[in-house]
């Protein structure tokens, strides 16, 4: 009897949680990591929305969208998250991407007034090197120096295109000139964000592209103050990352509470210490120890989307043609 009622049980749970309706995420692969926060996001979520929250890994930030406009209206995503400001004002003239009704107290450098993607974090792209090396101050001086760095594939990595939107906002037309310098002291450019850093951690490189925030998980997670950003005198690109609805969703009203989540404590203050970004909206308890040793850049970058959007194929070329030399 005991048997029956344990079958009984366990019938209908899965009974219930077959017909529950199912929300899919499309985002980049290290959200959905053991590490990352899409194992508690994704336990969060689905303790309040009655829905099994299905995230699919997709490659890298910028991968996400080339998907999305292959698939197009065909896509099985109801959501998008990991864009961010260099990529939405490509990702708004797809025409696929619905306005969101999200409204929060954004702590965030910058006024958000975007009707189509809410944000969920936020940081500032550095070059993170060992903390017992000297590091350079500037462009020009990485370029001069014999540091080998390793970065990320504009075309498949938002912070790979936030690199040539860093050099394109610090030096303008003196960007080629940039580029041409630096191209020796590139060791590799990989795919995504995770190879790149893992070859940093393994010795295959003096620097990485990465964030300002990075050094707080070897911190907290690690107990390790090895690491450490360079802080450059030009200023520090910001990135923005984001998440939107898909207009031909088959579970608008849940995408919409989905967002709606994105912006809440249970999300954001997963954040900090699964993602090492800065959240968008302050958790209630505020950012973790650890964050306050992190260090700040004197001057933010950052083009507004369409200033983005207009320069982007010129700076990939640029990057293209310096790196092919």
Request: with cysteine; charged share 20%.
């Amino acid at each position: 009897m005991k048997y029956l009622v344990i079958a009984a049980g366990l019938l209908s749970t899965t009974a219930a949680y077959a017909d529950a309706p199912e929300l899919t995420v499309y985002t980049y692969d290290s959200f959905v990591s053991d590490w990352g926060p899409g194992p508690a996001v994704e336990k969060a979520f689905e303790e309040v929305c009655g829905c099994d929250l299905k995230l699919v890994g997709a490659g890298d930030g910028a991968a996400l969208l080339a998907r999305i406009k292959l698939e197009g209206e065909r896509s099985d995503a109801d959501v998008v998250l990991g864009l961010d400001t260099n990529l939405t004002a490509a990702a708004k003239a797809t025409g696929l991407f619905a306005d969101h009704s999200v409204t929060a107290d954004y702590a965030l450098p910058v006024t958000w007034t975007d009707a189509t993607f809410a944000p969920y974090d936020w940081g500032y792209f550095s070059f993170v090197h060992n903390a017992d090396a000297a590091a350079p101050a500037n462009f020009k001086e990485l370029a001069a120096s014999d540091k080998k760095i390793v970065i990320q594939d504009p075309r498949s990595s938002t912070p790979g295109l936030g690199l040539l939107m860093w050099v394109k906002a610090a030096y303008g037309g003196e960007a080629p000139a940039i580029w041409a310098d630096l191209a020796d002291n590139v060791v590799t450019v990989t795919k995504g964000w995770s190879e790149a850093y893992g070859m940093f951690l393994e010795g295959e490189a003096d620097m990485v592209l990465s964030y300002t925030t990075s050094p707080a998980y070897h911190l907290i997670a690690e107990e390790d103050a090895s690491k450490a950003a360079a802080v450059f005198d030009e200023g520090h690109y910001m990135q923005v990352e984001v998440a939107g609805k898909l207009a031909a969703s088959d579970q608008p009203e849940l995408a919409d509470q989905f967002l709606a989540f994105m912006v809440s404590d249970a999300f954001q203050s997963i954040i900090p210490t699964t993602n090492w970004m800065y959240p968008a909206v302050t958790p209630a308890e505020g950012l973790p120890k650890g964050f306050e040793t992190l260090v700040e850049p004197s001057k933010s970058l950052l083009l507004a989307e369409d200033e983005a959007a207009a320069v982007r194929d010129a700076a990939l070329e640029e990057w293209l043609t310096a790196l092919s030399q």
